[in-house]
C-alpha cells in the first residue's frame, strides 16, 4: 500500500535542542509539505518542495529548516530558533506543485512536546 | 491568498444528509475547491474538489453556486463515521498551495 509515514508519532524536546521529524513517501510524488497545527487551529505551512533538491520557504518557516536529498524524503529539523515548538507537525505529498487541482496525501503526524 | 468561510460546528442525525457550508467570496477564476477532513490525531483526509461543476464521488457530493463564491459539501447519508472537522480550503493561482481556516466540527448523533 502506498503512503506517507511519518516518525516517531511522539517526540520530546528538551530546551535548546534540534530535533529531526521523518516523513517517508512510496507515491512516487514530486511535491512534498511540512505543515504545524495548534490545538483548535487549521494547519500552516511551514516549508515545501516542488522537486528533489528544491524547497522553498511557507508561511512559517522561521525556526525551522529542511532537506530533500531524494524524492522519498523530506525531514523537518524543528532547530533552538523556534521558540514555541510544541504543536502537532503533518508531512503530505502531491503528485506535482504546477497547477492548483493535486489532492495532497498527509501522514499521521507527530507529536512535539517540550520538557 | 483566498479565504474561506465555515461555521464552527454542526450536528447531524444518523443516517440522514449533511450540508456543509462553506463561503469564498474572494475566490479567483482558476481557484480550485477541495474539501478535507480530519479525525483527531491523524492527517487530514482527502473528500473531493472541484472548480466550477458539481462532482459526485462515492464519499460525497460537492455542489458550487453559479458565482462560484460558496459551495457546499453534501454527505449523503451522515454515519457515526463521518465525525470530524471538515475543512474547505482554497489553493493559491501560483500552485498547489493549501490554506486552511479552522473548519466545521461535524457531530453525528445516533
Known amino acids: 500500500d502506498g503512503g506517507i509515514t511519518q516518525s516517531p508519532k511522539y517526540l520530546f524536546r528538551k530546551e535548546g535542542q534540534n530535533v529531526t521529524l521523518s516523513c517517508e ?10 505543515y504545524r497545527q495548534d ?3 487549521g494547519l500552516r505551512l511551514i516549508y515545501y518542495s516542488q522537486i528533489v533538491n528544491d524547497f522553498q520557504k511557507g508561511d512559517i ?9 531524494k524524492k522519498e524524503s523530506f525531514p523537518l529539523t524543528v532547530t533552538s530558533a523556534q521558540k514555541n515548538p ?14 492548483n487541482n493535486q489532492p495532497q496525501h498527509f501522514g499521521d ?4 512536546s517540550i520538557l | ?11 447531524s442525525n444518523e443516517e440522514e444528509p449533511v450540508h456543509l457550508p462553506c463561503n469564498h467570496s ?10 478535507y477532513r480530519q479525525l483527531p490525531s491523524q492527517g487530514p483526509e482527502y473528500v473531493i474538489h472541484g472548480l466550477t461543476s458539481n462532482v459526485n464521488n462515492r464519499m460525497a457530493s460537492l455542489a458550487i453556486a453559479e458565482d462560484r463564491k460558496s459551495s457546499t459539501l453534501i454527505l449523503h447519508r451522515a454515519t457515526l463515521r463521518d465525525a470530524a472537522v471538515y475543512y474547505c480550503i482554497l489553493t493559491d493561482r501560483g500552485g498547489n498551495q493549501f490554506y486552511f ?8 448523533i445516533p
Not at chain 1, 513517501?25 to 511540512?34: E, R, V
Not at chain 1, 522561521?62 to 532537506?67: D, I, R
Request: contains cysteine; charged residues 15%; proline residues 3%.
Open chain 1, 25 to 34: 513517501q512510496n507515491l512516487n510524488h514530486d511535491a512534498m509539505y511540512w
Open chain 1, 39 to 41: 490545538p483548535g487551529q
Open chain 1, 61 to 69: 518557516a522561521e525556526g525551522y529548516s529542511v532537506s530533500r536529498e
Open chain 1, 86 to 99: 510544541t504543536a502537532f507537525y503533518l508531512c503530505a505529498s502531491s503528485i506535482g506543485w504546477q497547477g
Open chain 1, 109 to 112: 503526524g507527530t507529536r512535539l
Open chain 2, 1 to 11: 491568498d483566498a479565504k474561506t468561510t465555515q461555521p464552527n460546528s454542526m450536528e
Open chain 2, 26 to 35: 474572494t475566490i479567483s477564476g482558476t481557484d480550485y475547491i477541495h474539501w
Open chain 2, 101 to 108: 481556516g479552522t473548519g466545521t466540527s461535524l457531530t453525528v
